[in-house]
């Protein structure tokens, strides 16, 4: 497998790996696929890699600073 790496790729190809992760953004039914085309957009600018993006989207997730709200659910009185 060839790097995914900002110094070893061009900007046509950051775009291509971004996409073909995505999918079909412009057939998405629910409507979050074009926000994660701009999440990783300082991707294919090349002005942040793969990884920090990936690691700070998961780090606001898992603190409860984004994602689904779970006030209505069970999840919520456990």
Known sequence: MKSILIADTTREERERIVAESIGNIEGACDGCSPGLAEMY???IEGRRELRQ???EFNARYTSGQMGPDMGGCDWANR
């Open 41 to 43: 957009q300082d991707y």
């Open 53 to 55: 993006i990936n690691m």
